[in-house]
């Protein structure tokens, strides 16, 4: 079992930049892949970032292309959003997951933390 924890979340101007980082408890992280997905209010869970173990291979959605980056830092158990350029759009709870494989998609990731809020003010 692993258990996620997310932070960084908060309230912020369009344009501006909010890092988000997942921290794991009892358990490394080093030996999964892991994801980024985000929840608007009425909206589906979407999928934004995910990164492979080793090496770090990454993929983005679409939408987030250009203006997010996922890292981790298996040392430190720690995997990281760096977020830029945010727009309304982006207000939304975003989540970390994790999963044995890389996926887009969310039944794909057993484990899950409980979120954090993020708000881009127009």
């Known amino acids: 079992q692993v258990q996620l924890g997310e932070s960084g979340g908060g309230l912020v101007q369009a344009g501006g930049s909010l890092r988000l980082s997942c921290a794991a408890s009892e358990r490394s992280l080093s030996t999964y892949a892991l994801g980024w997905f985000r929840q608007a209010p009425g909206n589906e869970r979407e999928f934004v970032a995910a990164i492979t173990r080793s090496p770090a291979y990454t993929n983005y959605a679409d939408s987030v292309k250009g203006r997010f980056t996922i890292t981790r830092d298996n040392a430190k158990n720690l995997v990281y959003l760096q977020m830029n350029s945010l727009k309304p759009e982006d207000t939304s709870v975003y989540y970390c997951?994790?999963?044995?494989?890389?996926?887009?998609?969310?039944?794909?990731?057993?484990?899950w933390g409980q979120g954090t809020q993020v708000t881009v003010s127009s």
């Open positions: 997951a994790a999963s044995s494989f890389l996926s887009t998609k969310r039944q794909h990731y057993p484990y």
